[in-house]
């Protein structure tokens, strides 16, 4: 069993930024690819970001790319994702998921934890 645990989620004005983390506990957190998604009022779920068990590989969505920095620190059981150049087109409830079938995906389904979610407000 994993539990994951987002936090740093906000308001924030465009142009602005946020950190968002998300801690893990249970499992080998150096054993599973992680996964970022979020989810805007009546739309449906999307991917935005994942990295690789050792940090080494990221992938972005690419309504993200060049302005959303995901990272992990094993030691801590913590992914990051850094959000920089923030549009109110990302405000959306963001989170985190654990995949342990190797590789990366931006597909919900193959993941097998998820958090809570954390709100995110981005005010033009």
């Known amino acids: 069993q994993v539990q994951l645990v987002e936090s740093g989620g906000g308001l924030v004005q465009a142009g602005g930024s946020l950190r968002l983390s998300c801690a893990a506990s249970?499992?080998?957190?150096?054993?599973?690819?992680m996964g970022w998604f979020r989810q805007a009022p009546g739309k449906e779920r999307e991917f935005v970001a994942a990295?690789?068990?050792?940090?080494?590989?990221?992938y972005y969505a690419d309504s993200v790319k060049g302005r959303f920095t995901s990272s992990r620190d094993n030691a801590k059981n913590t992914v990051y994702l850094q959000m920089n150049s923030l549009k109110p087109e990302d405000t959306a409830v963001y989170y985190c998921?654990?995949?342990?079938?190797?590789?990366?995906?931006?597909?919900?389904?193959?993941?097998?934890?998820w958090g809570q979610g954390t709100q995110v407000t981005v005010s033009s």
């Open positions: 998921a654990a995949d342990f079938k190797g590789g990366i995906t931006t597909t919900p389904r193959r993941y097998d934890y």
């Open positions: 990295i690789s068990w050792s940090g080494d590989r990221t």
């Open positions: 249970g499992r080998t957190f150096s054993s599973y690819t």
